[in-house]
């Protein structure tokens, strides 16, 4: 039997070491920015890893906290003539001295990140591909101290950028969209020698050129990879106790919820809760993958987890959500269009402002809706064209979020009961017709008042 080239038995290896994977099961572990972001926390993520080991884990990170806000920061001021690196640098070789690594890793990224400074001074202004070169620093500097730190912990690891593994966006610099995989990114952490810690938020072109996801991207890299390698499961590290009831600034007696559905935590984003990147639950949920937020100052405990399936024998309701600097809108139709077309022109003009819409309620001559204040007040003379417009500003969103069908039956009268005995004042709320959330306009001098009085009615 001819011999195969060499090339295509590594070839073999790495498919055979790809299944192999498979067999055992991968998962993901994303540490994000406050999670990596001094010594002591990475001393706590090596722990973390070396627990799970045994998993097979693919390590994502984000830059150590505050690094993409200083680089960009440090991008605007080149543009003034100034953009030092210096701070930057000191930020990371302190933390690898702490770390007792070689304070001179980073050495090479640290010299091309100051001649890419140096540039845009000269140029004076950065275009959207220079920012994401220079955001990109962050994630490949911490990757290579958080990989260094595993392997001087007795771990073999090392520190892959991701557009070497294989993730490929358009090139929409600031807020690029994946490419579709075909199996390069498998590829390519397969072929790794130890446990792969990937740079989360970062990507290249087909061109190849980097790209950056949007600003706190590395939850959705987590995904993206996670899928690629069919992981088990994706865990979220994060500085906070997973999913609460309610915000603790809020009620702080909210307890951590172990267990909801992606709907369910869909539902919250729209509040603007910022557990999860909204769009690193949509590739895990079509991929069936549960995501694990969990709390890298309290590895212990059991965090929150993200099923894709329905979540049994949960508790009516789930949470007490709320979203502030709210305004209520209310345009007043002169009837001189049928309603339909008023109502079609009130929603053109909102389009136009790609505004995110709160509860609406329709009358037949008025309608009522709630919207951020900014939108609300860019909103007030497209749709005073179409009627008499009323603002009231200073007003929140309070979500009850839960079962359809328990906020149907006695749910939804429970809260204005519970409301109404308060004397809080409800001034505009609904709830879809599959929909899991109540919402309801409260003024915002309320917003604590409400929030705790429904926190204690459902969850006491
Ligand atoms: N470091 C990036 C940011 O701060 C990405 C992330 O943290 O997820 O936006
Ligand atoms: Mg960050």
């Known amino acids: 039997m001819p011999r195969r080239p060499a090339t295509e038995d590594a ?3 790495l498919l055979a070491k790809g299944r192999a994977l498979h067999d055992r099961g991968v998962i993901v572990m994303k540490f994000g920015g406050t999670s990596v972001g001094d010594a002591r926390s990475i001393r706590q993520v090596v722990e973390i890893v070396r627990q799970q080991h045994s ?3 693919v390590v994502v990170v984000s830059a150590h906290a505050g690094v993409t806000d200083a680089l960009l920061a440090m991008a605007a001021s080149a543009t003034g003539g100034g953009a030092d690196t210096g701070a930057i640098a000191e930020r990371h070789r302190t933390i690898l001295r702490e770390l ?4 001179d890793l980073l050495d090479p990224l640290l010299a091309e990140l100051q001649d890419l400074a140096r540039g845009l001074r000269l140029v004076g202004a950065a275009s959207p591909k220079a920012l994401d070169l220079l955001a990109s620093y962050g994630e490949r500097c911490c990757a290579r101290t958080v990989a260094a730190a595993l392997r001087a912990g007795g771990i073999p690891a090392q520190a892959i950028d991701a557009f070497a593994a294989g993730l490929r966006t358009d090139s929409a610099y600031g807020r690029a969209r994946p490419l579709p995989d075909d199996g390069r990114i498998l590829h390519a952490l397969v072929a790794v020698q130890g446990v792969p810690v990937v740079t989360g938020f970062i990507a290249s072109d087909e061109h190849g050129n980097i790209t950056t996801l949007g600003r706190n991207g590395s939850d959705y890299s987590a995904a993206l990879f996670g899928v690629a390698v069919r992981a088990e499961e994706i865990q979220i590290w994060k500085d906070v106790d997973g999913v609460r ?9 909210a307890k951590p919820i172990r267990s909801m559905s992606f709907e369910e935590v869909c539902e919250l984003a729209s509040f603007g809760s910022k557990v999860l990147h909204p769009a690193a639950m949509v590739p895990a949920m079509t991929s069936g993958i549960p995501i694990l937020v969990r709390n890298t100052q309290e590895p212990a405990a059991p965090g929150t987890r993200i099923e894709a399936t329905a979540v049994k024998d949960r508790p009516a309701v789930r949470a007490i959500a709320h979203r502030t600097k709210m305004a209520l809108v209310t345009v ?6 049928p309603q339909h077309a008023f109502l079609a022109r009130v929603f053109a003009e909102l389009h136009e402002l790609s505004a995110d819409i709160g509860p609406v309620a329709v009358s037949e001559a008025a309608l ?10 860019a909103a007030l003379t497209r749709l005073g064209a179409l009627g008499e417009v009323r603002i009231e500003r200073d007003q929140a969103v309070v979500g009850v979020v839960g079962d359809p069908r328990a906020i149907e039956a ?3 009268a429970a809260v204005f009961a519970a409301l109404s005995a308060a004397g809080i004042p409800v001034r505009c709320g609904g709830q879809g017709a599959p ?3 109540l919402a309801i306009v409260v003024p915002s001098s309320e917003l604590r008042r409400t929030v705790t009085l429904l926190h204690e009615r459902f969850f006491a």
């Open 100 to 103: 007792g690594l070689p304070a």
């Open 435 to 437: 929909g899991g959330t």
């Open 245 to 253: 009831t309610a915000d603790p600034k809020l009620v702080p007696m």
């Open 368 to 377: 009522t809706l709630a919207l951020d204040e900014a939108t609300a007040e």
């Open 332 to 337: 007043s139709s002169q009837r001189l269009v």
């Open 410 to 412: 006695g749910g939804a």
């Open 11 to 13: 070839e073999h290896r």
């Open 55 to 57: 998993r097979q884990p």
